[in-house]
């Protein structure tokens, strides 16, 4: 395990090099968030105070809270990283290294996470504060989300990776980077909570695994699962990670037959 954890302390300090650049991507993930309190704050007040998505004002700002986060988990930063070792060929370089390379790109990703905790931590408080603060989960459903969020970092890594893999055929990754982000965006409830999508949408959603990005841990949050119905749904959370994980081992044997390196 040594080998990985130099990976990611090498990544946490690609962070501290590149700063500039981290933030400012993450910032992007703020002002989104930003944008979308004020857009459900003016809904509601034109509701008149009421629910919508069975969610009230309190609780949608927890719900948008925990998209916040969890958008800001594995940012595009981290989208990029896994991708350029692909297209500028240091792939090549990765092949003749002792260490298993999904593991690696792994190990890298939480080196990021680290950098992008902090920020959501100061962001995330921030952002509450300006909106009048949300109400939190008790202690019991408390361990549940930290159980379902802890999951979502092996799940998103899972879709990065592979718009990662996906650019030994495309050999550009602004365009698949950017059409992940918005099936994610939608198919995931980060923008709308899926119970406000019409059915055929909301089963679509049910058979992705990107319910279990935010909109898995946000009910959570707020209660709106509990007990069986949570373990359940941290399971079909695990269930996905398993998928993308070995999924994405198999078509790593494919891509690195496209690998075509020039020179002596």
């Known amino acids: 395990m040594k080998p990985y954890w130099s990976l990611a302390r090498m990544a946490w300090s690609a962070v501290l090099v590149y700063r500039g650049e981290f933030l400012l991507q993450l910032a992007g993930v703020a002002v989104q968030a930003v944008a979308l309190f004020a857009v459900w704050r003016a809904l509601f007040t034109g509701d008149g105070g009421g629910e919508l998505a069975g969610l009230s004002w309190d609780q949608m700002k927890g719900y948008l809270f925990v ?61 509450l504060m ?12 408390a361990g549940l989300f930290l159980l379902s969020l802890l999951a979502v970092v092996p799940l998103k890594f899972g879709l990065v990776y592979l718009v990662g893999l996906a650019c030994f055929w495309t ?39 990107f319910p279990g990005i935010v909109s898995t841990p946000a009910l959570i949050f707020l209660g ?14 695990l269930l996905w990670i398993a998928i993308l994980w070995i999924g994405t081992r198999l078509l790593w044997r494919v891509a690195v037959r496209r690998l075509v390196v020039h020179g002596g």
């Open 67 to 127: 998209a916040f986060l969890t958008g800001t988990l594995m940012s595009s930063f981290t989208d990029g990283q896994l991708a350029v070792r692909v297209l500028d060929g240091s792939v090549a370089l990765d092949l003749v290294r002792p260490i298993d390379y999904q593991l690696a790109r792994f190990a890298e990703s939480l080196g990021f996470l680290v950098g992008e905790l902090l920020v959501v931590a100061v962001m995330g408080s921030v952002l």
């Open 130 to 141: 300006a909106f009048g603060g949300a109400p939190l989960p008790d202690p019991g459903q």
């Open 171 to 209: 050999g550009n990754f602004h365009g698949l980077s950017l059409s992940r982000v918005a099936i994610t965006n939608i198919l995931s409830g980060a923008l709308v909570p899926i119970a406000l999508y019409p059915d055929w949408l909301q089963l679509i959603c049910m058979l992705s695994p």
């Open 224 to 237: 709106q699962v509990r007990g069986t119905e949570a373990a359940y749904l941290i399971g079909i959370q």
